[in-house]
């Protein structure tokens, strides 16, 4: 097969393994950084440019694309799907994931279980949210971050109130979330295939 690694940097061993993994079972695989692909949107022939070459016949492609660049990496993904080519993470899936009260959102449809999570937009409502959400200690998060960026712990409720406030008052969307003290600071990451957890 014929596959695209959407990826930034050639040289991160995230998207060498890929290569090399790829390689191993006899595919052809290119590298191409999405933020250099540009498209032309037609309904009969969609199709995709790169530093002067018209994109053909991929088979597949994998997208490596990081928070900071969501917005144009998922528009060229949804390129690739748009002319056919089978995408490893669909754009959709990937636009779900970056926002955490959307991902939440779709979790809690599945019945998965949540830390009780509140959100609201005006600050006469954040008395009212925070005691929703069982009080102090809570946990404040803006809904565009990643690696614990943007992550705050308020310890009072008092802490709370002023924390939200100053991310209100900077227009920045954030969630407010009970604090699960049993879970120790600990990062569990689950892959799912098929909707069965599969490793962690
Ligand atoms: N409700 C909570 N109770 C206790 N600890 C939490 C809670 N939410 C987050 N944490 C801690 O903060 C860390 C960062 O939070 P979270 O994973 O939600 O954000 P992120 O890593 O920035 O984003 P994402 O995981 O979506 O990329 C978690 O790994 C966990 O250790
Ligand atoms: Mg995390």
Redesign the pocket.
């Known amino acids: 097969m014929k596959l695209a690694i959407l990826s930034r940097n050639a040289k991160l061993y995230s998207t060498r393994r890929l290569v090399e993994a790829g390689q191993q079972r006899g595919h052809e695989v290119r590298i191409l950084d999405a933020l250099r692909c540009y498209m032309n949107i037609t309904s009969m022939r969609p199709s995709i440019h790169y530093k002067g070459e018209d994109l053909r016949g991929f088979d597949a492609v994998i997208p490596r694309i990081g ?1 900071s660049v969501t917005f144009y990496g998922t528009a060229v993904l949804r390129q690739f799907e748009m002319m056919g080519v089978y995408p490893l993470n669909e754009s959709v899936a990937i636009t779900r ?1 970056r926002d ?1 009260l959307r ?1 939440l959102q779709l979790l809690a449809r599945k019945g998965i279980g949540l ?1 009780v999570t509140g959100f609201a937009l005006s600050p006469d409502d954040v008395q009212d949210m925070l005691k929703m959400v069982g009080g102090a200690p809570a ?1 404040i ?1 803006l809904l565009e ?7 705050v ?1 308020a310890e009072t409720a008092q802490a709370a109130e002023s924390v939200i406030e100053a991310f209100m008052g900077l227009k920045a969307n954030i969630l407010i ?5 049993e ?1 120790g ?3 569990i990451r689950c892959f799912v295939i098929g909707g069965k957890v599969v490793a962690r």
């Open positions: 928070a994931s955490k991902s830390p946990v998060k971050g990643t690696q614990g960026i943007g992550v712990l979330q009970e604090f699960i003290k879970a600071g600990a990062d």
